[in-house]
């Protein structure tokens, strides 16, 4: 793998965030936005399940784990795009090799929901929440994040190779969006209970939320479940996004 050719993608894949007005908004836009309703409607209203803490306050893990969750989207009609434009046909006439090409989606895309995750936290924090955790657990929530991110962009590639096109892809994205907003995403979608446990520990997002409520709340960074949550979290994203990466290769670049 050529690092030269690699990083050269990678700015062409992030131009793109910037010159396309659809994915700046999934990418950027939405989280914000999302962020600024939830943060001015609720972060006044005292939560009935979390005594001391807003209702937005709640949700903010949860905000963290959605803003990663699109990214999905984006990366499933990136790649649709690319095959339809026949870019993916033309890279296989250069030198630069499928695998420089996956890695530097596969950055870019994982950049760019950190950054919808800071940008989201730094929201957060004006609108008044107040984490507690300290730096370190800071720190740690964003390596959370980062795996979560992976494991998106893992989805978005088996996305793009079932979707035929960018606006089949939209929708089969949320066939993997879909479930981790209302079953893993802490604060925001559907309670977990005992009858959503099952559901909820084959998705991603529940590992990433369950342990930013925790950090967020001030349990000791110590705590066993923070770090079986961070292995399953890391198992989960290097398989899903080596599956995706199989499947894009063999099926999807037709």
Not at 32 to 47: E, Y
Not at 75 to 86: I, K, S
Not at 134 to 142: D, N, P, Y
Request: with cysteine; proline share 4%; charged share 10%.
């Amino acid at each position: 793998m050529n690092l030269q050719r690699t990083m050269a993608l990678l700015k062409i894949e992030l131009k793109k965030v910037i010159r396309e007005p659809v994915i700046l908004f999934i990418s950027i836009l939405f989280p914000v936005a999302l962020t600024l309703l939830m943060g001015l409607a609720l972060s006044g209203l005292a939560s009935s399940s979390v005594p001391g803490y807003s209702v937005f306050d709640t949700m903010v893990p949860g905000l963290f784990g959605y803003s990663c969750i699109w990214i999905t989207m984006t990366v499933a009609t990136t790649f649709v795009d690319d095959r339809e434009l026949g870019l993916l046909k033309r890279i296989n006439t250069t030198r630069t090799t499928s695998g420089e090409f996956m890695v530097s989606h596969i950055i870019s895309n994982t950049l760019i929901s950190l950054l919808q995750v800071a940008i989201v936290a730094v929201l957060s924090f004006v609108l008044g929440f107040r984490p507690e955790g300290g730096i370190s657990g800071f720190l740690l929530a964003f390596v959370f994040i980062g795996f979560l991110s992976i494991c998106s962009v893992g989805f978005g590639l088996i996305t793009a190779t079932i979707a035929k096109n960018s606006g089949a892809a939209s929708g089969v994205a949320m066939i993997f969006i879909l479930p981790q907003m209302l079953f893993g995403s802490a604060g925001m979608g559907i309670p977990v209970m005992e009858s959503t446990q099952l559901i909820a520990m084959f998705l991603p997002s529940y590992y990433a939320t369950n342990s930013l409520e925790m950090i967020f709340r001030g349990t000791p960074l110590t705590e066993i479940t923070i770090w079986t949550n961070l292995g399953v979290l890391a198992i989960l994203s290097i398989v899903i996004v080596i599956v995706g990466i199989q499947l894009f290769k063999r099926f999807g670049k037709a």
